[in-house]
């Protein structure tokens, strides 16, 4: 059988007054992510880590933040139609695991409805599906409440 990883980056500036959308789950916080779509930097990240494991490039190129049609697009259909490409080249996700870097809020109460819309979206079980989340002790642009994070990573195998 054969098996691929791939990793995912993302990053988004936290703004008074906007969103804060993680995993298609709105977290009421008075900050959220400036961004073109939904800002949702948790899917950004894993659509980036299913994408780059089939080798078919990152989100940008396939839903580019110049385009209007992207603007406040919910991220959990750009996962799906990342995944659809996934598919399409004949891979299926053995399983994700993903980090999110968030001073604040504490984001833990949200993590198993994350994982369902995740698993929802992809038409995988949650059993595939793992979320965690972290500060950075006050450390940098997340301690300092500026920015956040997501890291993704991913394993496909070849149907
Ligand atoms: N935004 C966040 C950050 C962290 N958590 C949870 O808190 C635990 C402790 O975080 P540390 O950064 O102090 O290690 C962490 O394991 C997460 O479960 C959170 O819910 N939301
Ligand atoms: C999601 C897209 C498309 O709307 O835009 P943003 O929401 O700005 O997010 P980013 O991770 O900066 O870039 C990926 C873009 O394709």
Redesign the pocket.
């Known amino acids: 059988m054969q098996i691929r990883t791939g990793f995912g980056y993302?990053v988004?500036r936290l703004a008074e007054g906007e969103s804060l959308i993680l995993g298609g789950v709105k977290i009421e916080h008075h900050k959220g992510t400036i961004?073109?779509?939904?800002?949702d930097?948790l899917l950004?990240a894993i659509s980036d880590a299913i994408l780059g494991a089939a080798a078919l490039k990152d989100?940008?190129t396939?839903?580019?933040?110049t385009?209007p049609k992207?603007?406040n697009?919910d991220?959990l259909d750009?996962l799906k139609l990342s995944y659809d490409l996934v598919k399409k080249k004949g891979y299926r996700l053995g399983n994700l695991d993903a980090t999110i870097a968030l001073q604040q809020p504490k984001i833990k109460p949200f993590i198993d409805q994350m994982c369902f819309r995740i698993a929802e979206a992809l038409g995988e079980p949650t059993e595939k599906i793992s979320v965690k989340a972290t500060t950075t002790e006050k450390l940098g642009f997340v301690g300092r409440e500026e920015g956040v994070e997501a890291y993704a990573s991913v394993i496909i195998q070849a149907i």
């Open positions: 993302d988004h961004a073109h779509s939904d800002g930097v950004h989100i940008g396939h839903f580019p933040d385009d992207y603007k697009a991220s750009l």
